[in-house]
């Protein structure tokens, strides 16, 4: 009995440790340049890989922009930002995420013209999407005066 209540209690006390780290505390944040600094180097990412306009097929460039917003949804979630951008942040991972999954919904012939990977209907709610929390991420660069480019295309803040 005293070995399961010894189990229970370092069950109990992981579990809690677990938790407290998942919260993360502001020392694990990234600061405001740190955190500018990483979306922009994971848009640059993106652009380098996402050269889908050169893609052959619908096919192909659905690929590339599967396994580009796979990753980048995986990069993303892990950062921890500064505690003032959580929000923005978490805006930018559910779009990115609604994106994601987006393209991973969508499946095109062998043969298809890579022209109707980025006109498919389905696909053009979630591009158009993602522009507005990569905007409001960027404003707050540019309100704190910080040299950031995280993929805000400009001209399309509204949509």
């Known amino acids: 009995m005293r070995y399961l209540q010894l189990l229970t209690l370092t069950v109990l006390a992981a579990a809690f440790v677990g ?4 919260c993360g505390d502001d020392e694990e944040r990234l600061t405001d ?14 652009d380098e890989r996402g050269e889908a306009d050169e893609a052959a097929s619908a096919k192909d460039a659905s690929d590339l922009f599967r396994e580009a ?8 979630s892990d950062l921890n930002p500064p505690e003032d951008l959580q929000d ?4 930018l991972v559910d779009a990115i995420q ?24 389905d696909l053009a709610e979630p591009f158009a ?7 409001a991420v960027q404003a707050v660069a540019d309100d704190k005066g910080i040299e950031a480019d995280v993929g805000c295309e ?3 803040e509204g949509e």
């Open 88 to 91: 923005e942040h978490d805006d």
């Open 69 to 76: 917003a796979r990753d980048y949804d995986e990069a993303l």
């Open 19 to 22: 938790v407290f780290a998942a």
């Open 33 to 46: 340049e740190e955190y500018f600094a990483e979306l922009t180097r994971l848009d640059k990412e993106f």
């Open 129 to 135: 999407a993602v522009n507005a929390p990569f905007c």
């Open 154 to 156: 400009e001209g399309e």
């Open 98 to 121: 609604t994106f994601r999954s987006a393209v991973e919904a969508v499946d095109f012939e062998e043969d298809a013209p890579a022209q109707e990977f980025f006109e498919h209907e």
